[in-house]
């Protein structure tokens, strides 16, 4: 069975795998637990599971696994026309991938640096 996972992980998923393995040749069972776990969890974490988004005229899909905990009205920043803003929470448990299940062209892609606010209040 292969596991997808999110080629962004594995900077983090292959030094716990190489650490573990390492850990376990030189009989650091106690380490080998610790780096095991670390590197289960990472790989985990990191999973990209496959989405089946249908084809059907008037469906909407949700760009992202998690809660939804607020749907509002408001001004879009750039170009200041009214619109409708999702914000969805990710608990760790979550796929911490964001899909686009829409088809469409990117005409500005734009940085603005966020807060690091809690994410499961509304700001």
């Known amino acids: 069975m292969k596991i997808p996972l ?3 992980g594995f900077i983090f ?3 716990l795998l190489i650490i573990t393995v390492l850990m376990f040749l030189i009989s650091f069972y106690w380490a080998t637990a610790i780096f095991g776990l670390g590197f289960l969890f990472v790989t985990w974490f990191f999973r990209d599971p496959e989405r ?7 469906v909407i899909v ?4 998690g809660k939804i905990t607020e ?3 408001e001004n879009e920043p750039i170009n200041g026309k009214l619109c409708k803003r999702v914000t969805i929470f ?3 448990f979550n796929v911490h991938v964001n899909r686009v299940p829409i088809e469409g062209t990117i005409e500005d892609i734009r940085y603005n640096p966020g807060k690091f606010l809690a994410a499961f209040n509304p700001k």
Do not use: C, M
């Not at 089946?52 to 008037?58: D, G, H, K, L, S």
């Not at 949700?62 to 696994?65: I, K, L, Q, V, Y």
């Open 13 to 15: 998923i292959l030094p």
């Open 52 to 58: 089946r988004i249908p084809n059907e005229p008037n």
């Open 62 to 65: 949700s760009p992202a696994d």
């Open 90 to 92: 990710l608990s760790v």
């Open 71 to 73: 749907i509002v009205t």
């Open 6 to 8: 999110a080629k962004d």
